[in-house]
T-cell receptor, first 111, second 112 residues
């Protein structure tokens, strides 16, 4: 079993819809949670970073962490065609200074 | 402009050849990382370095080698022992003050 699981998609939504992305993880030692956006043939860029259970909002993006269920989510409100990309969750353990990545979910926002 | 640069953007390797991918950063970050990404898959850690002159193997280090002689530079060599090198290679760095990593634009390696 992988340490971090993420549905590969593709997830296709109409413009303006809410995009909902999820990851589950197996190791309770994970403490810090990130979401990256990756456009085709580009390097990933950091979208959201959080370390506590609950919600964190930044513009149209909301990151949600439920440590008791080992479940993290990213919501994109008012989705735009420019949000079409692959979204990767990444989780950090306190020891080791390394990230473990999910496989990524490909999102398509149709005009 | 501060950031991470990777070169070349595309690299072609012949059978039995070693090739080196460049990664340079001017962010003054101590830690640097190399990842491999295959189509439709997430990132897998090849090697990482927390400080100059020190590096550790990641999850898929076989067939790869690195050096860290300068803080700004962390080159990756794909050796002939790596039998399936075709992939997208990403370099990242971490400032040490947070857990986040910042990525370069990547190098796509293809085998002739």
């Amino acid at each position: 079993q992988k340490e971090v699981e993420q549905d590969p998609g593709p997830l296709s939504v109409p413009e303006g819809a809410i995009v909902s992305l999820n990851c589950t993880y197996s190791n309770s030692a994970f403490q810090y949670f990130m979401w990256y956006r990756q456009y085709s043939r580009k390097g990933p860029e950091l979208l959201m970073y959080t370390y506590s259970s609950g919600n964190k909002e930044d513009g149209r993006f909301t990151a949600q962490v439920d440590k008791s269920s080992k479940y993290i989510s990213l919501f994109i409100r008012d989705s735009q065609p420019s949000d079409s990309a692959t979204y990767l969750c990444a989780i950090h353990k306190a020891a080791g200074n390394k990230l473990t990545f999910g496989g990524g979910t490909r999102v398509l926002v149709k005009p | 402009d501060g950031g991470i640069t990777q070169s070349p953007k595309y690299l072609f390797r012949k059978e039995g050849q070693n090739v080196t991918l460049s990664c340079e950063q001017n962010l003054n970050h101590d830690a640097m990382y190399w990842y491999r990404q295959d189509p439709g898959q997430g990132l897998r850690l090849i090697y990482y370095s927390q400080i100059v002159n020190d590096f550790q193997k990641g999850d898929i280090a076989e067939g790869y080698s690195v050096s860290r002689e300068k803080k700004e530079s962390f080159p990756l060599t794909v050796t002939s022992a790596q039998k399936n090198p075709t992939a997208f290679y990403l370099c990242a760095s971490n400032p040490g003050t947070t857990e986040t990593q910042y990525f370069g634009p990547g190098t796509r390696l293809l085998v002739l």
